[in-house]
């Protein structure tokens, strides 16, 4: 854990690519500071040397050197490319998450982080994780744009309405680290913070078995799908199917009416639950109606969770190594869509305790899915 009494001038390293930001960002300082010094003192030294002495002198004329123009032109484009390809280097580690990564959705609102784990646990403003592994999160908001800051793991991402966005970290240390939101999102941002718990292996486990699961995002996906919304009676298959089949499309390339071409992620089973209209595919008709203000983000998670277990993808599982294939499914032309099929994970239950809300002042007295 984190006991220092004093504000350190850099948060802790504590995670795989830590290390790969600070080298970067201190390699900058570095040609910022070496060209910064000699660029300064030469302009001081310029001035009392070449100082005017008498009036209308003619200074001496000074020709071109070739090797003085070809060596200032070589050395920055050198140091421009090692910046560009190593901020390249980090970029591409930071945002290309693991296909095995534990997944784990995170829902902003003014002012919280609502977290729900792929087993079902429920937190607000904090998030717990098991030290070693590598963890995906899945990110949307129900308002304005925040960001996700984790100072400690060197990385953040904005939170987009409308849209999920992704990003993944592996730990590697146990502790208790800063979360933030690193984007002005409204009057109480600055309150709108929390904690990540870093944990061994085995701590977690223990963590999961003291918190009541209150349905995966895949058995939520399912009950609305097949119960709540309808959507099996034109998806689930049979002869009165009326809407595109979503099984086993997950990552692969959809045609659409009009002749263009997706692929199926997070992002288009969202839009097609959403604006069913507006990616219709090649062969159904736009009978599905749109699903906007009917469901929540954290349902939207359940549906995408559960459509995406049509094709073998499920959140990463809790203990040992996680199952986190690379399909899913797709949601969009006919009737009333979103999913069918199987729930293939079947997580462990168990109570919850006294649940702790968070360091938010707004959150409620039990997580509660809001």
């Known amino acids: 854990m984190q006991t220092n009494s004093w504000v350190q001038l850099f948060p802790e390293q504590a995670s795989s690519f830590a290390w790969q930001v600070d080298a970067l960002y201190f390699y900058l300082i570095l040609i910022s500071v070496g060209f910064t010094i000699p660029i300064v003192v030469a302009l001081f030294v310029f001035m009392v040397k070449y100082r005017e002495k008498a009036k209308f002198d ?3 004329e000074i020709h071109g050197s070739i090797m003085l123009e070809t060596i200032w032109s070589i050395i920055p484009f050198i140091i421009a490319m090692t910046i560009f390809l190593g901020g390249a280097i980090v970029f591409f580690n930071q945002y290309t998450p693991p296909q095995d990564a534990m997944e784990i959705y995170v829902v902003g609102k003014q002012w919280m982080w609502k977290i729900q784990h792929g087993t079902g646990q ?69 309150g709108m913070g929390g904690w990540i718990y870093v944990m061994e292996q085995k701590d977690f486990d223990n963590w999961l078995g003291g918190n009541a699961s209150q349905g995966t995002p895949v058995e939520i996906g399912k009950d609305l799908f097949q119960n709540k919304l309808g959507c099996a009676s034109c998806h689930a298959g049979g002869p009165g199917q009326r809407g595109a089949p979503l099984e086993n499309i997950f990552g692969k390339p959809v045609k659409l009416v009009g002749g263009q071409t997706v692929t199926v992620d997070d992002n288009y089973i969202r839009n097609s639950i959403l604006n069913p209209s507006s990616q219709v595919v090649e062969g159904y008709q736009p009978i599905m109606p749109t699903f ?46 979103n999913a069918a099929a199987t729930n293939s994970m079947t997580p462990p239950r168990a109570d919850r305790g006294n649940p702790n809300p968070g360091s938010n002042p707004n959150a409620p007295a039990q997580n509660s899915n809001r």
Request: net charge neutral; proline share 3%; charged share 15%.
């Open 122 to 190: 429920r937190e607000i403003n904090e998030l717990h994780v098991p030290v070693g592994r590598d963890i995906l999160l899945t990110l949307t908001t129900e308002d304005v744009i925040h960001d996700f800051g984790m100072p400690a793991f060197r990385t953040k991402v904005d939170v987009v309405p409308g849209r999920y966005t992704k990003v993944w970290f592996h730990a590697t240390k146990p502790g208790k680290y800063h979360l933030f939101c690193q984007e002005y999102c409204g009057l109480n941002h600055s």
């Open 292 to 337: 906007k203000g009917q469901v929540t983000e954290e349902q939207l998670n359940g549906l995408v969770a559960y459509i995406k277990s049509l094709s073998g993808v499920t959140a990463g599982s809790t203990t040992g190594t996680t199952t986190t294939n690379a399909a899913s499914t797709s949601t969009t032309g006919g009737g009333n869509s």
């Open 58 to 60: 003619t200074g001496a």
